[in-house]
């Protein structure tokens, strides 16, 4: 019988800028759940990795264009914070009823391009980490440098899904896991083969890690156990769909 679990990790302080994010990490390891197996999935909450990295906006220090004043003023919206969201995005993609979806930089298409005033004082903004898979493989370094055995790690966030009330959580980076599994061309139980299955297990260990670490919790970090047969090699990059292919543009 499959079996995976999930464990969420405490004892972490309240990470700043500078913070070696995977020294932290493996301290509270050490402290709390004690082991690390070969393949145990680290999952990681964006916004702490954010604030390690710096990418953290103070608003006194962001001049609003007329844009982001016009837009703000007509939705009761902090034009500062508009005017960080403008900054964040390649692409803007609707901006209706108070609402912006918008492309990130990295290809990404979510609510506010990523920049979120939750979890952080008063007067900030995070922004997303530049580069989420690079974030990723740091991060499975200093990890496997701590305990000397292979394991992954995924960046995660929380998104909005067309058509779907709520948010949930999913990859951003991606160091040691395979993204991606394609069972195009495998047959199903009744002989039928499939042919255009492929699931984002990335997605999916995110969304469930994030049942334990909750968004008030204070626990940024889960380790899952059980999903050794996904290790491997792939990106967050790979989650991305190309706009080729995309039949909403």
Same mark, same amino acid.
């Given at each position: 019988?499959?079996?995976?679990? $999930?464990?969420?990790?405490?004892?972490?302080?309240?990470?700043?800028?500078?913070?070696?994010?995977?020294?932290?990490?493996?301290?509270?390891?050490?402290?709390?759940?004690?082991?690390?197996?070969?393949?145990?999935?680290?999952?990681?909450?964006?916004?702490?990795?954010?604030?390690?990295?710096?990418?953290?906006?103070?608003?006194?220090?962001?001049?609003?264009?007329?844009?982001?004043?016009?837009?703000?003023?007509?939705?009761?919206?902090?034009?500062?914070?508009?005017?960080?969201?403008?900054?964040?995005?390649?692409?803007?993609?609707?901006?209706?009823?108070?609402?912006?979806?918008?492309?990130?930089?990295?290809?990404?298409?979510?609510?506010?391009?990523?920049?979120?005033?939750?979890?952080?004082?008063?007067?900030?903004?995070?922004?997303?980490?530049?580069?989420?898979?690079?974030?990723?493989?740091?991060?499975?370094?200093?990890?496997?440098?701590?305990?000397?055995?292979?394991?992954?790690?995924?960046?995660?966030?929380?998104?909005?899904?067309?058509?779907?009330?709520?948010?949930?959580?999913?990859?951003?980076?991606?160091?040691?896991?395979?993204?991606?599994?394609?069972?195009?061309?495998?047959?199903?139980?009744?002989?039928?083969?499939?042919?255009?299955?492929?699931?984002?297990?990335?997605?999916?260990?995110?969304?469930?890690?994030?049942?334990?670490?909750?968004?008030?919790?204070?626990?940024?970090?889960?380790?899952?156990?059980?999903? $050794?047969?996904?290790?491997?090699?792939?990106?967050?990059?790979?989650?991305?769909?190309?706009?080729?292919?995309?039949?909403?543009?």
């Amino acid at each position: 019988m499959a079996e995976i679990n $999930v464990v969420a990790l405490p004892g972490l302080p309240e990470i700043v800028r500078g913070d070696e994010l995977g020294v932290l990490i493996a301290n509270a390891v050490t402290k709390t759940i004690r082991t690390v197996n070969i393949g145990d999935i680290f999952i990681v909450a964006q916004k702490i990795v954010s604030k390690a990295e710096g990418a953290v906006v103070k608003l006194d220090e962001v001049t609003p264009s007329p844009a982001a004043e016009e837009w703000a003023a007509a939705h009761q919206k902090d034009p500062r914070v508009v005017e960080v969201i403008f900054r964040e995005s390649r692409r803007i993609v609707r901006m209706e009823r108070g609402i912006i979806i918008a492309e990130t930089r990295h290809g990404f298409v979510c609510a506010n391009a990523g920049v979120d005033a939750s979890n952080v004082p008063a007067g900030f903004v995070t922004l997303l980490p530049p580069d989420p898979d690079a974030s990723a493989e740091r991060l499975r370094d200093a990890l496997i440098g701590a305990f000397g055995r292979s394991v992954a790690t995924i960046v995660s966030d929380s998104f909005g899904r067309p058509w779907r009330e709520g948010v949930v959580n999913v990859a951003l980076g991606v160091a040691g896991l395979r993204p991606l599994v394609d069972y195009r061309g495998c047959l199903d139980p009744f002989g039928r083969r499939l042919e255009s299955t492929v699931m984002a297990i990335a997605d999916e260990l995110a969304s469930a890690a994030e049942l334990v670490m909750r968004k008030t919790a204070g626990t940024p970090v889960a380790i899952v156990r059980g999903a $050794v047969e996904w290790v491997g090699e792939g990106t967050g990059r790979m989650l991305v769909r190309d706009a080729s292919r995309d039949l909403f543009r």
